[in-house]
């Protein structure tokens, strides 16, 4: 996915599918062929098989990942709708789209009677959804008034026309049922110039219509020379313009976003452009509310915060046994110290000077077992992330508090290589103390799995030069296979029995929201793998 798309009616960009083939004349000079195919033959680029069709099923989980609302275009590099794309494959795609609501999503095909089909069955539970967006490309009277008519008797709540590149004169065509359009002329090599009589001819029967019209391009060899105004207006808001694209279609008047603020009532956003009527100068306020968004952002921060306590809990009750046992200790002492205290008052033996020492060690023990209870407790309870300044490696020892019992039993020797001895960071400790905790887990699970040979975690702190520290956990495991290090990430995918598939993707959710970044990749020596976790420094820009 691409969170900075260049397309000026969109935010970002997600590709399930890359790759796609020939239907009409508006593929003849494909800028996504042009670009795939630079990349053919090169090892490991997303585009090494060029334009090929091919599903990317290691994608489907990015729009969940993607906390910001965007708006988000499917498929800038194929066809959702192609026919070598299985019924099952775009209903999974869709799927992803109704689970990740608080992003926009613009579908556009070539495919309209295929999509039509489909919306009236298959995806039938996502025609009405009002962010997810279907559109068809037009091109020309033969191929794209047709793709209209199908669009129109389709059960889709929000359509869309991507007039572009417009190709002739399409005359007069129904805009019934039509939310938005799109016009832009072909740009690059060999691009067909598109004349300024189409595309007034357009914008008039959506004045008419009271359809939201945008103008996005000229096009031309050389698109910037021919510039994006049309009939005296400034070019709509772009990145080229000074501003963005907006979440809902703009409308027929061109908008320059020059300030955005949020007035006391209600968070908004506001939009004021000018343009010019013979010598008088005009202005244009849009007032936009964006309450549901920041309604929306709130529960989405509230679900992963509610995902990773689940995680917590469920960590803490593998980890029973252990914790039984860690907490035994302290009490066994304070019951043994006052067993030895009441047997010396009885005997009339013991000294003041030895019951006091007595008992301030059955008084340092119980406030060992306090300690282990409420760190417990501060690791279960369900908290509002807080940030702070914290000793990283303070954070890694109590982690291993944890798994202490669990490496023993499986005879795992834990080195620690913690230099420097303090390496302060801004974070919520109790999240990033659970990424360590899994972390460890993971590696004990993988030594558990290789069976024989060596059986070593090695956790390593270091300072970048860039301003980040990164813990690197070392583990002589039985390693990730390349078929299961493409999914790692995926939500509830997982290589264990009894594995939920979450701990790697709310780990990675976590890091993120740190400004960090977290990398799985095998061990440079020998088997295992190598995890490494990287956080901004406290004070870091």
């Known amino acids: 996915m691409s969170d900075n798309s260049k397309i000026e009616w969109t935010d970002a960009t997600w590709n399930p599918?890359?790759?796609?083939?020939?239907?009409?004349?508006?593929?003849?000079?494909?800028?996504?062929?042009?670009?795939?195919?630079?990349?053919?033959?090169?090892?490991g680029h997303p585009y090494e098989y060029g334009f090929d069709l091919r599903l990317v099923p290691e994608k489907l989980a990015e729009p969940i990942r993607w906390r910001t609302p965007k708006m988000v275009f499917v498929n800038s590099m194929s066809d959702l709708f192609h026919e070598d794309v299985t019924d099952e494959y775009i209903v999974s795609v869709v799927r992803v789209?109704?689970?990740?609501?608080?992003?926009?999503?613009?579908?556009?095909?070539?495919?309209?009677?295929?999509?039509?089909?489909?919306?009236?069955?298959?995806?039938?539970?996502?025609?009405?959804?009002?962010?997810?967006?279907?559109?068809?490309?037009?091109?020309?009277?033969?191929?794209?008034?047709?793709?209209?008519?199908?669009?129109?008797?389709?059960?889709?709540?929000?359509?869309f026309l991507s007039i572009e590149p417009l190709l002739e004169e399409l005359g007069r065509f129904s805009l019934t049922g039509i939310n938005w359009v799109i016009v832009g002329g072909e740009s690059g090599v060999g691009a067909r110039p598109m004349k300024k009589s189409w595309v007034l001819s357009i914008r008039?029967?959506?004045?008419r219509a009271k359809v939201p019209f945008f103008f996005k391009q000229w096009g031309g060899v050389r698109k910037s020379e021919a510039g994006r105004s049309l009939d005296g207006f400034p070019p709509p808001p772009g990145r080229n313009a000074g501003g963005r694209p907006r979440r809902d279609p703009p409308?027929?008047?061109?908008?320059?976003?020059?300030?955005?603020?949020?007035?006391p009532t209600f968070p908004c956003d506001l939009y004021v452009s000018e343009f010019t009527e013979g010598p008088?100068?005009?202005?244009v306020v849009t007032v936009r509310d964006v309450t549901e968004r920041k309604r929306t952002e709130e529960q989405l921060r509230r679900q992963q915060a509610e995902m990773a306590h689940v995680l917590r809990v469920a960590t803490i009750e593998r980890f029973a046994a252990g914790l039984a046992?860690?907490?035994?200790?302290?009490?066994?002492?304070?019951?043994n110290d006052v067993e030895t205290c009441a047997t010396h008052i009885r005997s009339g033996k013991g000294g003041a000077r030895r019951l006091l020492v007595l008992l301030e060690r059955a008084g340092a023990e119980a406030l060992r077992a306090g300690d282990i209870v409420h760190h417990l407790r501060e690791f279960v309870k369900r908290t509002t992330p807080r940030l702070e300044s914290v000793d990283l490696c303070k954070v890694i020892r109590n982690a291993t508090r944890w798994l202490a019992r669990e490496m023993e039993h499986e005879h795992i020797t834990l080195r620690l290589e913690l230099m420097p001895p303090k390496l302060f960071v801004c974070i919520d400790r109790i999240q990033i103390e659970q990424v360590f905790v899994n972390l460890l887990q993971n590696a004990v699970d993988a030594i558990h799995e290789a069976g024989e040979g060596p059986r070593e975690i090695r956790v390593r702190v270091s300072r970048t030069d860039d301003?980040?520290?990164?813990?690197?956990?070392?583990?002589?495991?039985?390693?990730?296979?390349?078929?299961?290090a493409e999914r790692l990430y995926e939500p509830f995918f997982t290589t264990k029995d009894q594995g939920m598939g979450m701990g790697l993707a709310i780990c990675l959710t976590i890091a993120e929201m740190h400004r960090g970044r977290l990398f799985v990749e095998p061990r440079a020596s020998g088997r295992g793998t190598t995890v490494r976790l990287l956080l901004p420094l406290e004070g870091s820009s």
């Open 204 to 207: 008039d029967q959506c004045r």
């Open 325 to 335: 046992h860690e907490l035994n200790q302290p009490l066994m002492a304070i019951a």
């Open 251 to 263: 409308s027929t008047c061109s908008r320059k976003a020059v300030c955005r603020r949020y007035l």
């Open 467 to 484: 301003g980040m520290a990164e813990v690197a956990f070392d583990d002589t495991g039985a390693g990730v296979s390349a078929a299961a």
């Open 17 to 43: 599918v890359r790759g796609c083939s020939k239907v009409s004349p508006g593929c003849v000079n494909c800028y996504a062929e042009t670009f795939a195919e630079r990349f053919r033959g090169v090892p």
């Open 97 to 159: 789209m109704q689970l990740a609501n608080w992003h926009t999503y613009q579908i556009l095909t070539k495919r309209s009677e295929r999509m039509r089909d489909m919306l009236e069955t298959k995806l039938k539970f996502a025609a009405s959804l009002p962010h997810i967006w279907w559109g068809v490309s037009v091109e020309n009277k033969k191929h794209g008034l047709q793709r209209i008519d199908h669009l129109q008797a389709s059960p889709a709540r929000i359509r």
């Open 280 to 283: 008088a100068r005009r202005f």
